[in-house]
């Protein structure tokens, strides 16, 4: 268990380095004053705004003040809205976590059964289906099948709602727009690394004992599958939780991703650190997970 | 006569590769008795191990028994329902094979994988199972058994690996055990071990085994009849005196004397030349001609037939006449 207590301490400096290059990207990227004031501001105002806002300040300093606040548990105040940055992250956070789970969910559940299937009868048809499913899938742009979705299901036949979030029907048509995409290349690496298991010796040992194919196949050889497809799914997981913002905007899903870009397009500094760090800790937390899992799924994995 | 445990007659497994047809086996034929040591030798690809995998119905695509029959307690595998091969396989039919490091699924317990079989075959429940299952570590010399039950393969030594292997084919009281070449990955004194112990195991049971290997010192060790196998077919047949003492084949002899022995002095040791060839690379006429030092014209153009030169002694070579055994009396040699 020391391995985790390391790995979670290690979490400070990761986060710290990032708050480093996020700070300096947004204080390249300009002065969000000249945003904040009206176009016939006089320069009076802006230098006034600026000294108010601590923005005259060399960047060392901005920096500095900015790490010491944040480790007293401040992580400043957006400049559009003059709320805690992070409360505003935090309001977003329950929809952004919940369309990542169902869509993470959905693409389980579509992957899962049609990666073994078309490993199982390699060659087969129903292995060409899945196949080329996969490859439409990839290449289908998130945005074009959400605008599809919502052009049949909502507007043609008012099955779901057309966007924003509430109730578990308005989830359903966001959720299938980014599991399939995460469907397709899941199916791809189930496939491939099912095919590898079944050619392994055990799998040879099972079948001469003589049992089902159902459990040569479930129980031998897809537990050996699992380590691959836990990485992929919190891989998957971090980048949903991240970058969202397409399928999000297409739905009007108040997720973070909408945050962010709003941010950034403000120079909203305070909230655009704010984003980035609880992106960063879900990315480091979903590893740190997966990580945790490979132990109990591979006994030959143990971390000293 | 009693009946033969397992016959296999005239056997075809063939290879549909997208290079052409593979006769992996071609016109095998054989009988192993109950309670006896079948060996059959011969080098990588001389079809040994698809015979194997043949009769425990393992064959996978692109392969398949395209011909004859494999009568195991008088009823054919060929063609039976995948439903009662089943049933037969690990129970009646067990099998170990030639790597202990990977025959064993890393990530179940050594116990799970033990129990699997035993709960299938035998009815037995999960503690019960259990019981059996110690039992059968306990019998295959393994220290500690209920605690290398609940063990993970890569906690065990290839040796220990390999102990397992014969614990869950034996758990059920196979009456055919067929080893792929068991000891061929294993230090040469666990090898001796392993040996000894599928002997005893055997004699307690009166288990018969399909014995592959490629190595004729573990032949005059455990087996009581030799089969010679040479690109798919049988090339000599004997009880294992005979054969060491008389081997008809030159490539039997060939085998013998490229082993070293002991209480000889050679210069040099000597080998048949040559490699076995490709799978599409094999002469017209005797499979063996390219090789052979006694190789004649007649050879070269027709595949030689089947030819019974002593009692149970058969060879499949031009040199020893043109007597056609009457194949359907071939079971019944021992």
């Given at each position: 268990m020391n391995y985790f207590l390391k790995r979670i301490l290690e979490i400070i400096p990761v986060l710290l380095i990032i708050t480093f290059i996020v700070f300096t990207l947004v204080f390249i990227a300009g002065d969000p004053v000249a945003l904040l004031l009206?176009?016939?501001?006089t320069t009076e105002d802006i230098a006034a705004l600026q000294a108010a806002l601590g923005l005259d300040d060399p960047f060392y300093v901005q920096y500095g003040r900015y790490v010491m606040n944040m480790l007293q548990g401040d992580f400043g105040t957006s400049f559009?809205?003059?709320?805690d940055a992070m409360l505003l992250v935090f309001e977003r956070l329950p929809a952004t976590l919940e369309l990542a789970i169902a869509s993470i969910l959905v693409a389980i559940m579509i992957a899962i059964p049609l990666g073994i299937w078309s490993a199982t009868k390699k060659n087969s048809s129903i292995d060409l289906v899945a196949t080329g499913a996969a490859v439409l899938g990839k290449a289908m742009p998130n945005f074009w099948l959400g605008i599809m979705l919502i052009l049949i299901f909502s507007v043609t036949y008012s099955i779901f709602p057309v966007s924003g979030r509430g109730s578990f029907a308005h989830l359903i048509l966001p959720a299938i727009t980014l599991g399939t995409g995460i469907a397709a290349e899941m199916t791809r690496l189930i496939r491939s690394s099912m095919l590898e298991t079944l050619g392994q010796d055990y799998i040879r040992t099972a079948k001469s004992k003589g049992l089902r194919t159902g459990i040569v196949v479930y129980k031998h050889a897809f537990r050996n599958t699992l380590v691959p497809v836990v990485t992929i799914i919190a891989l998957q997981t971090s980048t949903l939780i991240g970058g969202t913002l397409i399928t999000e905007t297409v739905f009007a899903w108040p997720g973070i991703g909408q945050l962010l870009i709003q941010a950034v397009n403000n120079r909203d500094m305070a909230i655009v650190q704010a984003c980035v760090m609880v992106i960063a800790f879900f990315v480091i937390v979903m590893n740190l997970i997966a990580d945790f899992l490979y132990q109990l799924l591979d006994p030959r994995i143990r971390y000293k | 006569m009693e009946h033969a445990l397992l016959t296999v007659n005239r056997l075809k497994t063939y290879f549909y590769t997208e290079a052409g047809v593979v006769?992996?086996?071609?016109d095998v034929s054989f009988s192993i008795q109950k309670g006896e040591i079948v060996a059959i030798v011969g080098e990588s690809g001389s079809g040994k191990s698809v015979t194997s995998l043949s009769v425990m119905g393992l064959i996978e695509e692109p392969g398949k028994i395209v011909g004859g029959e494999i009568l195991f307690a008088g009823k054919d595998?060929?063609?039976?329902s995948m439903k009662k091969m089943r049933e037969l396989r690990g129970n009646q039919l067990a099998m170990i094979f030639q790597e202990p490091l990977t025959s064993l699924n890393p990530v179940f317990s050594i116990g799970n994988q033990l129990a699997e079989s035993i709960r299938l075959h035998q009815k037995k429940n999960k503690r019960e199972a259990r019981k059996i299952g110690i039992e059968m570590l306990k019998k295959v010399g393994i220290a500690r058994p209920d605690k290398v039950y609940d063990q993970h393969p890569h906690a065990l030594s290839g040796g220990m690996r390999q102990r397992v292997m014969i614990a869950m084919a034996l758990s059920c009281n196979p009456q055919l055990l067929i080893a792929d070449e068991p000891t061929t990955a294993l230090d040469v004194t666990i090898q001796a071990q392993i040996l000894r112990l599928m002997k005893d195991l055997i004699e307690e049971s009166g288990t018969s085994i399909l014995f592959i290997t490629h190595d004729l010192g573990v032949v005059a060790e455990m087996a009581d009849q030799v089969i010679v196998m040479y690109g798919g077919q049988v090339v000599e047949q004997a009880d294992v005196y005979t054969l060491f003492k008389e081997p008809k084949h030159p490539y039997t002899k060939g085998l013998i004397d490229s082993t070293p022995k002991i209480d000889e002095w050679k210069e040099e040791l000597v080998s048949i030349p040559g490699t076995v060839p490709g799978p599409f690379e094999f002469p017209e006429g005797c499979k063996f001609a390219d090789r052979c030092p006694f190789v004649m014209d007649k050879c070269k153009a027709e595949r030689p037939t089947v030819t019974k030169v002593g009692k149970g002694h058969e060879v499949r070579c031009w040199l020893h006449g043109e007597k056609v055994v009457d194949l359907n009396e071939r079971a019944s040699f021992t």
């Amino acid at each position: 268990m020391n391995y985790f207590l390391k790995r979670i301490l290690e979490i400070i400096p990761v986060l710290l380095i990032i708050t480093f290059i996020v700070f300096t990207l947004v204080f390249i990227a300009g002065d969000p004053v000249a945003l904040l004031l009206p176009e016939d501001a006089t320069t009076e105002d802006i230098a006034a705004l600026q000294a108010a806002l601590g923005l005259d300040d060399p960047f060392y300093v901005q920096y500095g003040r900015y790490v010491m606040n944040m480790l007293q548990g401040d992580f400043g105040t957006s400049f559009r809205y003059g709320e805690d940055a992070m409360l505003l992250v935090f309001e977003r956070l329950p929809a952004t976590l919940e369309l990542a789970i169902a869509s993470i969910l959905v693409a389980i559940m579509i992957a899962i059964p049609l990666g073994i299937w078309s490993a199982t009868k390699k060659n087969s048809s129903i292995d060409l289906v899945a196949t080329g499913a996969a490859v439409l899938g990839k290449a289908m742009p998130n945005f074009w099948l959400g605008i599809m979705l919502i052009l049949i299901f909502s507007v043609t036949y008012s099955i779901f709602p057309v966007s924003g979030r509430g109730s578990f029907a308005h989830l359903i048509l966001p959720a299938i727009t980014l599991g399939t995409g995460i469907a397709a290349e899941m199916t791809r690496l189930i496939r491939s690394s099912m095919l590898e298991t079944l050619g392994q010796d055990y799998i040879r040992t099972a079948k001469s004992k003589g049992l089902r194919t159902g459990i040569v196949v479930y129980k031998h050889a897809f537990r050996n599958t699992l380590v691959p497809v836990v990485t992929i799914i919190a891989l998957q997981t971090s980048t949903l939780i991240g970058g969202t913002l397409i399928t999000e905007t297409v739905f009007a899903w108040p997720g973070i991703g909408q945050l962010l870009i709003q941010a950034v397009n403000n120079r909203d500094m305070a909230i655009v650190q704010a984003c980035v760090m609880v992106i960063a800790f879900f990315v480091i937390v979903m590893n740190l997970i997966a990580d945790f899992l490979y132990q109990l799924l591979d006994p030959r994995i143990r971390y000293k | 006569m009693e009946h033969a445990l397992l016959t296999v007659n005239r056997l075809k497994t063939y290879f549909y590769t997208e290079a052409g047809v593979v006769p992996a086996v071609d016109d095998v034929s054989f009988s192993i008795q109950k309670g006896e040591i079948v060996a059959i030798v011969g080098e990588s690809g001389s079809g040994k191990s698809v015979t194997s995998l043949s009769v425990m119905g393992l064959i996978e695509e692109p392969g398949k028994i395209v011909g004859g029959e494999i009568l195991f307690a008088g009823k054919d595998l060929v063609g039976m329902s995948m439903k009662k091969m089943r049933e037969l396989r690990g129970n009646q039919l067990a099998m170990i094979f030639q790597e202990p490091l990977t025959s064993l699924n890393p990530v179940f317990s050594i116990g799970n994988q033990l129990a699997e079989s035993i709960r299938l075959h035998q009815k037995k429940n999960k503690r019960e199972a259990r019981k059996i299952g110690i039992e059968m570590l306990k019998k295959v010399g393994i220290a500690r058994p209920d605690k290398v039950y609940d063990q993970h393969p890569h906690a065990l030594s290839g040796g220990m690996r390999q102990r397992v292997m014969i614990a869950m084919a034996l758990s059920c009281n196979p009456q055919l055990l067929i080893a792929d070449e068991p000891t061929t990955a294993l230090d040469v004194t666990i090898q001796a071990q392993i040996l000894r112990l599928m002997k005893d195991l055997i004699e307690e049971s009166g288990t018969s085994i399909l014995f592959i290997t490629h190595d004729l010192g573990v032949v005059a060790e455990m087996a009581d009849q030799v089969i010679v196998m040479y690109g798919g077919q049988v090339v000599e047949q004997a009880d294992v005196y005979t054969l060491f003492k008389e081997p008809k084949h030159p490539y039997t002899k060939g085998l013998i004397d490229s082993t070293p022995k002991i209480d000889e002095w050679k210069e040099e040791l000597v080998s048949i030349p040559g490699t076995v060839p490709g799978p599409f690379e094999f002469p017209e006429g005797c499979k063996f001609a390219d090789r052979c030092p006694f190789v004649m014209d007649k050879c070269k153009a027709e595949r030689p037939t089947v030819t019974k030169v002593g009692k149970g002694h058969e060879v499949r070579c031009w040199l020893h006449g043109e007597k056609v055994v009457d194949l359907n009396e071939r079971a019944s040699f021992t």
